[in-house]
């Protein structure tokens, strides 16, 4: 569980109007260069998370009985309390920091993917030039020195907060109290369970899983625990059928033989 | 097609689960030589599999930040630390002429984890088609005998149990790769069909019909048992092969 006074950053679905100037201020503040994109018929660019591109917003969209939804989600490192990336990285070098961030130390990290392929959110990338992994800070450079994230300085419509995790929550919980008593009663907020919770949490109008979200999360160790339980009982079975076998085999043979 | 870990890493799955599959099944033989010739293949496929491992990271120079790391938890951790062992024992015993039965089953203990530890390494992801089913560290274990027990026969051992063993794995493995299929279908639809009929599927058929159909066959009809045993190799090869490119079919890089 995040501690109360760790980083948190806050972001409000129902007040997103998906203008994507968070993504530009990230790119900006991290000097990130753009991506060479196609267009494939939606605003929502680029497609994924990558590791010149930490923070975009994705877009949820469709018609539905001649309704048109159009849903805008923050993507981006969730900075979890226990998190997949840290816990399958055999060097240690995407790690905890102060305040419950998680970063990569450049200079550490091997590139081996791991972390890569076991985060949830898709959120760290290998950089094949760098030759190591690239993700969101939280802006570690700017909190830690008393500034907002980049992303939330930007945020025209007060979509995002950041502050303590208290605080965030304590905003989240708000909002949500008055979305439901506006009658959005699928409000939810998102980020408290997943991962151990998450150092950033949503507030979201409808089900996380409309949003391509994942709920239900496992957390890497119970994943880790029950792959090698798994493999215990396969090395079990399958030695001790390797091993009758071998012994049946020989004394039928030894029997021809005799 | 675009994917984190590639061809090396499928050619280092495949090394170490023929090597150190033919050194376990050797274990079990009465013959002191193909004893030996196991612990050989499995020494050779080890260090072959740890090069390429470190010539597929990003930075190489680096590659001892992974033992240094010290993190247990860490699958890929754990794993590189037995594969070190495991040489370390394998080579021992290389050298020394007379086996005391510790190194023995020290080694045996540590390259049935280099062998199970990339079934868990996948599951421990976040990729459905991986971690969807527990099945995967059965799969390369299953796949692991197969293949070792046709490398030993394609050495020229005659043991007849050898031959049983490839033959019975191979059906497991078939079972295994069906379940596995049906296992994790609902949370990885785009991975199975990609593996079934899309990008992967030759070799999917390939591993299916070459490598465990056929042999089966021909071993069935006691027909040229090298053959069969070469065609089971390849099949190992293509079995790592769509399981690790399917695994990441569908994650989106631009
Ligand atoms: S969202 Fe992914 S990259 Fe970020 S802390 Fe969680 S597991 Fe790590
Ligand atoms: S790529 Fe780097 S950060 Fe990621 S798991 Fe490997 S060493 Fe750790």
Known sequence: ?258 | MTGEWGIYIVLYFWLAAMGGGAFLIALGLRDDRAKRSGAFLAFIGIVIGALLLVVDLGQPARFWHLLAGFHPISVMWLGSAVLALSGLGLFLMLILREWPDWLVWVTAILVLLVVGYTGVLLMATARPFWSASPLMPWIFLASAYTSGAALLVLLGNREPGLHRIAFNFALIEIVLVAAHLIWTYPAAQQQVQAALTGELAWAFWGFVLLGVALPLYMEAQRKAAALSALLVLAGGFLLRYFIVYAGQVGVLRF
């Open chain 1, 1 to 258: 569980m995040p501690k109360a006074n760790d980083y948190a950053i806050l972001f409000d679905a129902s007040h997103c109007t998906g203008c994507r100037a968070c993504q530009v201020a990230c790119k900006q503040w991290n000097d990130l260069p753009g991506e060479a994109t196609v267009n494939t018929g939606s605003y929502e660019n680029p497609p994924s998370l990558s590791a010149d591109t930490w923070l975009r917003m994705k877009y949820t969209e469709g018609v539905v009985s001649d309704e048109v939804f159009w849903d805008f989600t923050r993507d981006a490192c969730m900075h979890c309390s226990s998190a997949a990336c840290v816990e399958a990285c055999p060097t240690g070098a995407v790690n905890y920091r102060e305040g419950g961030v998680v970063t990569v130390d450049q200079d550490w990290c091997i590139g081996c993917r791991n972390c890569v392929q076991a985060c949830p959110y898709d959120a760290i990338h290998y950089d094949e030039h760098k030759g190591v992994v690239e993700k969101c800070t939280l802006c570690y450079d700017r909190v830690s020195n008393g500034l907002q994230p980049a992303c939330v300085t930007s945020c025209p419509t007060g979509a995002l907060h950041s502050g303590s995790y208290a605080d965030m929550k304590q905003l989240a919980e708000t909002r949500l109290a008055q979305l439901k008593e506006a009658g959005y009663k699928d409000a939810n907020i998102y980020g408290l369970a997943e991962m151990g919770g998450t150092h950033v949490l949503y507030v979201l109008l409808k089900h996380p899983s409309t949003y391509g979200l994942p709920v239900g999360t496992v957390t890497e160790k119970k994943k880790v625990a029950s792959g090698w339980l798994s493999a215990g009982i396969a090395a079990a079975v399958l030695g001790y059928a390797g091993v009758h076998w071998v012994a049946e085999r020989r004394e039928q043979v030894g029997g021809e033989r005799r």
